[in-house]
């Protein structure tokens, strides 16, 4: 492209770029092993067979499960909150049991326990937002019952960037007798996961946001819970026998797993762990830190700029949004736009965020490991042609 000029892209926190080693492993499996796994009886059938369940093993170790089989492939966070909602929420919640979810959350993580609400009588509540983007921790203890069965949270949000301490909440949870379901959706490509440390009973991520392939995403759930999760999905591989009448379904994860999975996204997958291994989260937040100071520091010299949740640089996350306070939010990324960088705004798929914080739209800039300081200083100075134009 003779037009083409580099993006100061800062749109990290929808989907992340891919790097070189990630986009080969996926031209790889589909220029020279372009074949279907747990099938063919011939040796490159088994070979990529292994490859695909190596990656399940190396999801366990990379979020610390305690067995692959607690690790389930889906096609991204979505999928794998409405499997949980419609697999496990609906056949257990009664009318007069609770569902309990911050008004932070994005509506992968909302909107299907609406549904699954309202098919099964429960009631859904809401804890609320904190001036610096965190949940209400005494509203949460006064609110948590016994009949609380479901609490689903995001381990960092979308909007605000700011990253809530899920491990003393599931302690509160599991001593009501309920279950803490994590969307770390906005978390794998910047932050360790230990699933264990958290107290995490279900985890959803997906794999483009962390430097992975489109289309590929991870259930994480405790064995006991998959268990009792009835497959949404039904077809090839995860049956263990059909009659005319029935069928029986494959052991844990594969009766999960419907279908031929998204081989290539899987092992693209793979290929973006190892990629974050070798940078390590240490140097990965070292480097993201010392950008978010750098673009908060930007932002807060611009006077007419409101800045949500916390005001501290530290306690964001990859993410920041904020509003020119006399400027509408779509007008703001249109002129970034114009300038070549990259940034989203509107709702950010938080509708009652947006509704707790009284605007109906922020400019949301995100970073990643790959993020450079130059991108950020672009986006700052073009932000100085915003303040030039509009106000």
């Not at 611009?302 to 949500?308: G, V």
Request: one cysteine or more; hydrophobic letters at 45%; glycine letters at 8%.
């Amino acid at each position: 492209m003779t037009n083409y000029q580099p993006v100061a892209y800062l749109d990290n926190a929808a989907t992340t770029p891919m790097p070189d080693e990630v986009l080969t492993t996926v031209t790889n499996y589909y220029q020279f092993q372009k074949v279907n796994v747990h099938r063919g009886m011939y040796g490159l059938a088994h070979q990529v067979t292994s490859q695909y369940e190596a990656v399940r093993e190396q999801v366990k170790n990379f979020i610390h499960a305690t067995n692959s089989a607690e690790i389930v492939f889906t096609s991204g966070t979505t999928d794998s909150l409405n499997m949980v909602a419609a697999g496990y929420a609906r056949q257990v919640l009664q009318p007069g049991d609770e569902i309990m979810v911050s008004l932070m959350e994005h509506h992968s993580n909302l909107v299907p326990w609406q549904q699954v609400a309202q098919q099964t009588g429960a009631q859904l509540k809401y804890l609320n937002v904190t001036v610096d983007g965190q949940i209400d921790i005494k509203q949460l203890r006064q609110q948590l019952t016994d009949h609380t069965k479901i609490v689903a949270l995001t381990l960092v949000s979308n909007v605000l960037g700011t990253k809530l301490e899920l491990a003393p909440v599931a302690e509160l949870v599991h001593q009501h007798g309920g279950i803490l379901v994590a969307d770390a959706a906005q978390v794998a490509g910047h932050l360790p996961i230990d699933v264990q440390a958290l107290g995490a009973d279900f985890l959803a991520f997906s794999g483009h946001k962390m430097f992975g392939p489109t289309g590929i995403g991870v259930l994480y759930g405790r064995q006991s819970l998959l268990e009792q999760l009835r497959p949404v999905r039904f077809g090839g591989e995860m049956i263990q026998e059909v009659t005319q009448q029935d069928a029986t379904w494959q052991p844990l994860p594969l009766r999960l797993e419907a279908g031929t999975p998204n081989i290539a996204g899987v092992l693209g997958l793979g290929a973006a762990v190892n990629y974050l291994q070798r940078l390590g989260f240490t140097a990965i937040q070292a480097h993201e830190q010392k950008l978010m100071r750098r673009l908060m520091a930007g932002l807060q010299s611009h006077f007419p700029i409101q800045i949500y949740g916390s005001q501290v640089a530290g306690d964001h996350h990859g993410a920041v949004s904020f509003n020119f306070k006399q400027i509408h939010a779509h007008d703001v990324a249109t002129i970034l736009d114009a300038a070549n960088v990259a940034v989203r705004a509107g709702q950010m798929c938080a509708a009652p965020l947006m509704q707790a914080l009284q605007t109906d739209s922020v400019v949301r800039a995100s970073i990643s490991a790959a993020t450079t300081s130059a991108e950020v200083d672009r986006f700052l100075a073009a932000l100085d042609q915003v303040e030039g134009l509009l106000l």
